[in-house]
């Protein structure tokens, strides 16, 4: 066997078990040298020093240090960070593209599961499944339980905001069913809509129309509040508005007063603040359906981010290239 790059495990110790598991760091380990009992959680730490002065790839995760140009430095041999979640810019620095080392991310595989909730949720919320069953619950009546006029998803209005990873696979998951979707996203135009199958519109129009709107934008200082109190109130009488993307991306206090009034509904897997803090009424009120950014991969899911590495440093080793590069002049607009 030829010798293998030496590697080194850089994030919270406690997730290297649940990304890798042993099937899965076995397939690692065919391409990398890497020992799952050394973990780096302080780059800095001088018992590190020699290991990492001879790594050449790091598996970064949740919890990897920052990698600025210090420890940059002390990994002279350094040639690839392969991030085993999804986005890297908690920790990555400009200094790491510019020393040329190639930088992947897991962002695609952990898209599916947020994307697969978000199908859920959508498809539960045209039910009006989340305000029924809280009615229920709180009238305890054994009548009302014949057929309901103005629900279901038979060719029910959904408006998808920004063409993400996640929210072309929403679309992508979408497309099976009786639905009406539409997409807004300023760095997409006419054609690239029409290759995801859906009309591309404005986002004052799709707020007006849609009956679902789901959110999938990074959040950036131009995107804070994208879905705002004028936003809020373009939305028709009985919409439901999913997010599971940033919690900064909708303001919170303006969505509050709408749902207090009764006029929307809301699914929210992130919030912000998060979490959000015990005395929120987002807590109490029957048309706030939150969860606890759970949507990302979780349990068995995690799997399948190491697994995405795995694979990346076979093809990272074998000269073929990575499948998930990240691009630093796209980072900024990504999430």
């Known amino acids: ?22 099937a899965v760091l076995a397939r690692l380990r065919e391409s990398v040298d890497v020992d799952p009992a050394v973990v780096a959680e302080d780059l800095t730490d001088p018992a590190l020093a020699d290991l990492l002065a001879r790594t050449e790839i790091l598996v970064t995760g949740w919890g990897c240090p ?41 962002a695609e595989a952990n898209a599916l599961p947020v994307a697969e909730y978000t199908l859920a949720v959508i498809l539960l919320a045209g039910k009006d499944v989340f305000v029924r069953r809280e009615r229920a619950r709180a009238e305890r009546a054994p009548g009302g339980w014949g057929v309901v006029p103005g629900i279901g998803n038979h060719g ?57 709107v789901t959110v999938h934008a990074p959040e950036t200082p131009e995107t ?7 936003e809020l109130a373009l939305m028709p ?48 009120l029957p048309n706030a359906f939150v969860t606890p950014h759970l949507a990302g991969s979780q349990g068995n899911e995690l799997a399948r ?20 590069p990240v691009d630093y002049a796209e980072l900024e607009r990504t999430a």
């Open 66 to 106: 920052r990698l600025d140009a210090a420890v940059l430095d002390a990994a002279p041999k350094l040639r690839a960070v392969l991030h085993s979640a999804g986005s890297v810019k908690g920790f990555a620095t400009p200094e790491i593209w510019r020393r040329g080392i190639a930088v992947s991310s897991a």
């Open 156 to 212: 029910r209005r959904i408006g998808v905001i920004g063409a993400s990873r996640i929210g072309r696979k929403v679309i992508e998951l979408l497309r099976p069913f009786d639905l009406a979707v539409s997409l807004t996203d300023p760095y997409v135009d006419e054609a690239g809509a029409a290759e995801l199958g859906v009309p591309l519109v404005g986002l004052d129009d799709l707020l007006r129309t849609s009956e679902i």
């Open 305 to 324: 981010l190491g697994l995405a590495v795995a694979e990346e440093a076979q093809r990272f080793v074998s000269g073929a290239g990575l499948a998930c």
């Open 237 to 284: 009488d009985g919409a439901v508005l999913v997010n599971t993307a940033r919690g900064g991306l909708v303001d919170t206090d303006a969505l509050v007063e709408e749902l207090r009034a009764g006029r929307l509904s809301a699914v929210l897997d992130v919030t912000d603040p998060e979490p959000l803090p015990a005395d929120s009424p987002l807590h109490d």
């Open 1 to 22: 066997m030829p010798e293998r790059p030496q590697a080194l495990f850089a994030m919270t110790a406690e997730n290297v078990p649940l990304v890798f598991p042993p």
């Open 224 to 230: 804070r509040h994208l879905v705002g109190r004028r």
